[in-house]
């Protein structure tokens, strides 16, 4: 899967400034004023998205996240929490069918990369030609994948989990990749996983 380390906007003053009305920094003197540390992210990206009228949640996130970067904030292995992404899609398929693509070497390299193969069992890899790679701590047939996963010009090793659930006998996935450390590689990889699950989609429903 090829995954472009992107972000949907500049990270910049001046794109902050015409999406939101202030600079980057005056934002983080406004969650200085707020508390924002002591009242937490979630706290913190609600408190931003009421004050900038019309804006999707794009900033907020990005200003929440960056601001506890900035603060120096980190978790127990020294790096910042980062950001979290979900990819979702309902396909008109039982979960049995779904999961079985997934695990299947011919059809997760049919929706994930002609190159992708994986051993989809706790201790096996994924890796594929675009540089993908990831090791599964955790595989529950037909409800939830659990791996580690890294991609060309991450930070760091992210978590994803990937999440099949019925839904009246359709599939609901959920694509979730957590500690990305940059925007650009949260929205290389959301973009990446919303192609990737198109795909998924197509073959499972053909």
């Known amino acids: 899967m090829q995954v472009a380390n ?15 009305g202030k600079t980057i920094a005056q934002w983080f003197a406004e969650l200085d004023a707020f508390g924002a540390l002591d009242k937490g992210r979630r706290e913190s990206v609600n408190h931003l998205y009421s004050s900038i009228p019309g804006t999707d949640v794009w900033w907020p996130t990005t200003l929440a996240v960056e601001y506890e970067r900035h603060k120096g904030i980190t978790k127990k292995d020294g790096l910042p929490e980062g950001y979290t992404i979900c990819c979702t899609k309902t396909i008109a398929a039982p979960v049995e069918k779904t999961y079985a693509a997934w695990t299947d070497s011919k059809g997760f390299a049919s929706f994930f990369c002609a190159s992708g193969k994986q051993d989809a069992k706790e201790g096996g890899e994924l890796s594929c030609g675009c540089g993908c790679k990831g090791a599964f701590s955790r595989v529950r047939p037909n409800k939830d994948l659990r791996m580690t996963w890294e991609h060309p010009g991450a930070s760091a090793p992210m978590t994803l989990d990937v999440q ?6 359709k599939t609901l996935m959920n694509v979730m990749t957590s500690r990305i450390q940059t925007r650009a590689e949260a929205d290389g990889l959301r973009n990446a996983w919303s192609d990737a699950l198109n795909r998924l989609k197509a073959l499972v429903e053909s």
């Open 6 to 20: 992107r972000p949907d906007h500049p990270l910049e003053d001046a794109a902050c400034k015409e999406a939101t």
């Open 164 to 169: 099949f659930q019925d839904n009246k006998g």
